[in-house]
């Protein structure tokens, strides 16, 4: 086994990691984490953090889950590798696609399988437009998207994400995406009603529709609840407004769900929590427990129908598409969903208990507003909690909460000048008191520091 010093020079030497900037890594070094059980993750020094945010937002069932190990290994053992292309498929793509087919929302009855939700975005951008071709509406190209979205780093996947920072260094986003506003309450919506902002938010997708033309445009696209770009949690009124404009113009709607789908709102899917009826959702991270990689996209039947009776090749597809032990490691994951009744367990008992015990943070002074929908959670934080003034920017007050929470022994993320968490769905009620307890200890300590150095 190699020392951690020497694991921690041959990163600096050899791993360009995403999202990262290189030369601060070089800088700063690294965190190697070694290992996972349960809700929990160990360094190298044998150091235990709670992950509160589910590796990135995808080990729903926690590390270590037998079930899915074995899966993993029998599918090895049997057939590692084969491709579904030329006519050919195997049982695990089989079995996986018919039992999504069971958990999805009625009428999706078909699945094309990717790698991760990036390319699972780009396989969105491609099918809408073969679809509308094959409709006989090809200038239908245009997908609106929204500010602040996040739906991957492919050059499909970020140019429908909406950051303006991560755009600029790419040229992107390409030609035929176009951006509205957010549903985010808390910055934008000051003095309105909450459901009176989420009107307003939607309504700027009919704008929009209008003013480019709707016989232009393809879909919509969004997250039900944003994750990246900071656990936005929509107005009630916001996405049957949405779903109200789609329907209208003829145009379909999509969902990404590679964060709120298997669970995580207390509902199969976040389009459930919200009541909305997409036409195309988006799915990756939890479908295995993240185990390993997979995504895809549910395909209703309105568009499903459409591509097979349509015919012609889709030329689309990966190498990778259906990977069977990624798909037999799903298989697992769902059945193991199933059987404990993991997705009932977070809506009635362990999300209400999170939501409870997550807002008792509202009262501390560095928090502007505490939010909570499913397993996820967000705290802003303020300056002052009155008129919500932040902290100046050079504070970097949000890396500095997400640092000393990790040194407390609790991963959080931090968006800007806010902390997020989304847990592992099978966390325990003690659990959710220790993410608590050290991200109310977290908060204590940053403040205390500020005082210091006021
Ligand atoms: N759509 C959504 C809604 C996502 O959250 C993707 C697409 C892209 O999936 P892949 O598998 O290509 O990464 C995501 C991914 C973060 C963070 O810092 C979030 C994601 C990925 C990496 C970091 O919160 N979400």
């Keep these: 086994m190699r020392s951690l010093l020497e694991l921690q020079a041959l990163d600096r030497q050899h791993y360009l990691h995403p999202f990262s900037d ?41 590390y270590g889950r037998r079930e899915l190990i074995d899966a993993a290994r029998r599918q090895l053992e049997t057939l590692p590798y084969y491709n579904s292309f030329f006519q050919c498929t195997h049982p695990p793509a089989i079995e996986l696609a018919a039992l999504l087919a069971e958990v999805a929302p009625p009428g999706f009855s078909r699945v094309f ?34 500010r602040n979205a996040y739906h991957g780093s492919t050059i499909g996947g970020m140019s429908l994400g909406g950051m303006p920072a ?19 309450c808390f910055e934008l919506g000051a003095g309105l009603h909450p459901d009176e902002f989420g ?13 480019l033309g709707p016989e232009r445009v393809a879909a919509f696209i969004g997250e039900p609840v944003q994750g990246a770009g900071g656990v936005i949690i929509p107005p009630d009124s916001y996405w049957p407004e949405i779903q109200r404009i789609c329907d209208q113009y ?4 999509v969902a990404d769900e590679v964060i709120t789908g298997f669970g995580r709102l207390g509902e199969w899917f976040g389009s459930q929590y919200y009541d909305i009826e997409p036409d195309l959702v988006i799915f990756a991270k939890a479908v295995n427990g993240g185990y390993l990689p997979l995504g895809g996209v549910l395909v209703g039947d309105r568009v499903g129908d459409a591509l097979v009776a349509g015919g012609g090749e889709f030329f689309h597809g990966f ?46 002074p560095l928090v502007g507003e505490a939010r909570s929908v499913g397993l996820l959670g967000a705290l802003e934080l303020v300056a002052d909690q009155a008129s919500r003034r932040r902290f100046p920017a050079e504070l970097r007050i949000g890396e500095t909460c997400r640092d000393t929470s990790i040194e407390l022994g609790l991963v959080m993320r931090h968006v800007r000048d806010s902390l997020i968490v989304a847990p592992p769905l099978v966390i325990t009620e003690a659990q959710v008191d220790e993410l608590v307890d050290k991200a109310r200890r977290t908060l204590d300590s940053v403040g205390s520091q500020l005082q210091r150095h006021a």
């Design 22 to 62: 290189h030369r601060l890594i070089a800088e700063r070094g690294t965190r190697v984490i070694s290992r996972g059980e349960g809700v929990y993750i160990y360094d190298s020094e044998g150091r235990q953090i709670l992950d509160g945010m589910s590796g990135l937002w995808c080990v729903s069932l926690g």
């Design 113 to 146: 399988y990717t790698n991760s939700g990036s390319e699972a975005n780009d396989t969105v951008i491609r099918m809408l437009r073969h679809y509308w071709d094959l409709q006989g509406q090809p200038a239908r190209k245009i997908i609106i998207s929204r």
């Design 166 to 184: 991560q755009q600029a260094q790419g040229d992107l986003p390409i030609p035929g995406i176009v951006h509205i506003g957010q549903p985010y």
């Design 199 to 211: 009107l307003r938010a939607a309504g700027e997708l009919e704008q929009q529709i209008l003013a």
């Design 250 to 253: 003829g145009i379909l709607l």
């Design 319 to 364: 190498t990778q598409s259906g990977n069977p032990v990624a798909c037999a490691v799903a298989i697992a994951a769902l059945q193991v969903m199933q059987a404990e009744g993991i997705v009932e367990r977070v809506r009635e008992r362990i999300a209400p208990y999170f939501a409870a015990r997550w807002q008792t943070l509202a009262a501390h």
